[in-house]
């Protein structure tokens, strides 16, 4: 009896292996593309390794395209986005949850329900009010849409709701001031938290495909992500090329990914509703 | 006292407080306002009542793009749950760091931006050099050009939002799964329960609320299917995988109309809560069975 379960569950094993070496070899098929000539690329077969190893599609794409700018571009507009929304949520967190003031209940109900609210219901007014603003074709228009992500504040209330109110009273009256209290204590003991809200939020800014592909029309303010299928429009059928470009939007948030795997999975967790 | 606390809690929400009344109170109540006008997407409009409300009942286009986005729906949604569930079984049985490596395959996709999703997918079904071709053939003969095609285009849509998105209910699954006590399973073992019974009689029921919420989730952002759509086929051939967001798209940034696209919008909005609600009231009853 355990032989047989020894068996089958051995052959689940192999089996679960199988299915996850096909769900990546798309991945590794299209780097693998990268580091081929362009005519070796289209020449029928399964070459699992390039004949003659070659960067010529990331040099054509470093060369000859923006992307050097749409990096810029992303890296700007994904910290900055990072760095507001953790401000804004983090403070506006820690006053729901530590202090007793008029309006917050409402406060509070207002944050839940514009969870409700998908943003891309919103592209429209968004692009009259950054149009408004006069921040159509900038960076900073491509930030502001994207600043109020009630979830984060939601797992931030969670947090700071679970450190004992004795905490913030002894510090009061030993004379802290409201925001050395806020940085000091509540932050500091919830450092494993921002730094899995930061990465989250960093990622999902960087992958943001919609609103920058609205807000931008000019190739020298686009996003990586957004620039890449420009490329793809300028040389048609030239794979290793594309896909260098594809490479290199996808490494920060991949390399972020495999650095910070633990973090990944706990934020994306907090940000669903499971505790982890 | 109280004051000095209502000023404390001003200076720390203030900021969230007037980012939340820009980007979105004002936004949103302008949407409401230029559904009722026949503004373009900059500049005035004219009040022009319910007009554009019956437009949209009688607009061939907006039914086709409301039945593609539920076509798109039903190939994604309770499939990838379920391949979610299998996967995070499968996962679930292994441990250390060959687990971790398993779980990364799945789970990489899931993390790259959109663009470069399609990109990987449109060589890899490349008509005439992908490598998924000869699978393609093998099935009709033929290589087809997938997305030209206006019966494959929408399943191959799905396939790769599946491929794409799946990390995501997976994790959630394996956190699921490890919530249920073993305790359980080796008292079912004792009473003689074999491994299927156990499946059915104790991990269903447990992974049930998880199963809930990873449903509900997939619901809200399938019918907010966009990216995908545009990048691979712009909603063609024939009209074949036009969606809801892209017909936003459409009626604000093409024809300029800013009046009709904040009342698709508003539609698209009223939709996704309804059924968002409905999905709620019916998994809830079904939870508590």
Not at chain 1, 87 to 113: D, E, H, M, N, P
Not at chain 2, 46 to 68: H, P, V
Not at chain 2, 71 to 92: D, E, Q, S
């Amino acid at each position: 009896m355990i032989r047989r379960l020894n068996i089958a569950g051995g052959l689940i094993s192999v089996f679960t292996v199988l299915c996850a070496v096909v769900w990546a070899f798309p991945l590794y098929w299209a780097a693998v593309t990268t580091l081929k000539p362009e005519d070796e690329v289209v020449q029928s077969g399964f070459g699992l390794i390039p004949r003659i190893w070659t960067i010529a599609g990331y040099a054509f794409v470093l060369l000859n395209t923006n992307i050097a700018r749409w990096y810029m571009n992303s890296i700007i507009t994904s910290v900055s986005v990072t760095v507001l929304v953790l401000i804004l949520s983090a403070s506006c967190g820690y006053a729901i949850s530590q202090l007793r003031f008029t309006g917050r209940t409402v406060l509070w109900l207002a944050i839940l329900a514009s969870f409700m609210v998908p943003t891309q219901t919103l592209i429209v007014t968004h692009f009259v009010l950054m149009n408004d603003f006069g921040l159509i074709n900038t960076l900073a228009g491509v930030v502001l849409p994207q600043l109020i992500v009630p979830v984060t504040i939601i797992v931030y209330k969670q947090f700071f709701d679970s450190i004992p109110k004795d905490y913030r009273e002894v510090a009061l009256i030993d004379g802290a001031k409201e925001y050395q209290i806020f940085w000091h204590v509540f932050i500091r003991m919830n450092w494993g938290i921002t730094t899995a809200l930061a990465i989250i939020t960093f990622i999902g800014a960087w992958n943001n495909f919609m609103w920058p592909f609205i807000a931008v029309t000019q190739q020298a303010k686009m996003n990586v992500t957004v620039g890449i299928t420009q490329v793809d429009d300028a040389f048609g059928l030239a794979y290793a090329r594309n896909l260098s470009g594809a490479v290199l939007a996808a490494l920060p948030v991949a390399l972020a990914y495999l650095i910070f795997q633990r973090r990944v999975t706990q934020a994306i967790m907090l940000s669903a509703g499971i505790k982890g | 006292m109280d004051r000095k606390q209502n000023l404390t809690a001003l200076l720390f929400t203030g900021p969230f407080i007037v980012a939340y009344l820009v980007i979105f109170i004002y936004p949103t109540i302008q949407l409401v306002h230029l559904s009722f006008t026949d503004a373009p997407l900059i500049g005035p409009g004219a009040w022009i009542g319910f007009k554009n409300y019956i437009r949209l009942w009688n607009d061939g286009q907006m039914w086709k793009s409301t039945f593609n986005t539920f076509y798109f729906v039903l190939l994604t949604v309770i499939p990838t749950t379920i391949i979610g569930l299998a996967l995070a079984l499968m996962v679930n049985r292994l441990s250390g760091w060959f687990q971790s490596i398993i779980l990364a395959c799945f789970f990489l996709p899931y993390i790259l931006p959109v663009s470069v999703v399609i990109l990987i997918w449109q060589w890899v079904l490349d008509t005439q050099f992908g490598i998924a071709q000869p699978i393609i053939s093998y099935f009709t003969g033929k290589p087809v050009a997938v997305f030209r095609d206006r019966y494959w285009a929408m399943p191959m849509v799905a396939f790769i939002t599946i491929w794409w998105t799946n990390g995501f209910n997976l994790l959630l699954f394996i956190a699921g799964l490890r919530n249920i006590s073993q305790d359980y399973y080796d008292a079912a073992a004792l009473d003689g329960a074999g491994r299927f019974k156990q499946f059915v009689y104790i991990t269903l029921p447990l992974i049930w609320p998880v199963t809930a919420l990873v449903l509900t989730i997939q619901l809200i952002l399938q019918l907010k299917i966009f990216d995908q759509v545009y990048l691979l086929t712009q909603g063609g051939p024939a009209n074949a995988t036009y969606v809801m967001v892209q017909y936003i798209y459409k009626q604000a940034f093409q024809l300029n109309k800013g009046g009709y696209a904040a009342t698709v919008s508003l539609a698209l909005f009223a939709l996704i809560v309804v059924l968002s609600v409905l999905q709620y009231q019916v998994l809830r009853s079904r939870g508590q069975k």
